[in-house]
């Protein structure tokens, strides 16, 4: 069974940073698209940053883009986010999400991805 589970969020000030964590299970994702999606209360789910396989390029939202860092352990089959610069407007639920896909050019679609954490809070006080 295939599990991702997220860690790291918390509460934080603006301007501070946070390092988010998705620890998969059950299989094996180097090879394939993993991404990192948020929804905060009363709007929907968005996207905010993709990894299209180990060792390929990451792909960013513009909203995040200079701030958060995507990356992947393959040995510990694990992806992080690394969020620095945050502001108010970056709170919401942070998810993990991994596809079987190995290449897509589509990785800001939710519909791509297969599996999906159970999502970790980040709150940014001003």
């Known amino acids: 069974q295939v599990q991702l589970v997220e860690s790291g969020g918390g509460l934080v000030q603006a301007g501070g940073s946070l390092r988010l964590s998705c620890a998969a299970s059950?299989?094996?994702?180097?090879?394939?698209?993993m991404g990192w999606f948020r929804q905060a209360p009363g709007k929907e789910r968005e996207f905010v940053a993709a990894h299209i396989y180990s060792g390929g390029n990451p792909y960013y939202a513009d909203s995040v883009k200079g701030r958060f860092t995507i990356s992947r352990d393959d040995a510990k089959n694990t992806m992080y986010l690394q969020m620095d610069s945050l502001i108010p407007e970056d709170t919401a639920v942070y998810y993990c999400?991994?596809?079987?896909?190995?290449?897509?050019?589509?990785?800001?679609?939710?519909?791509?991805?297969?599996?999906w954490g159970q999502g970790t809070q980040v709150t940014v006080s001003s």
């Open positions: 999400a991994a596809s079987k896909l190995y290449y897509t050019t589509t990785y800001s679609d939710s519909g791509v991805y297969d599996y």
């Open positions: 059950g299989r094996t994702f180097s090879r394939s698209t």
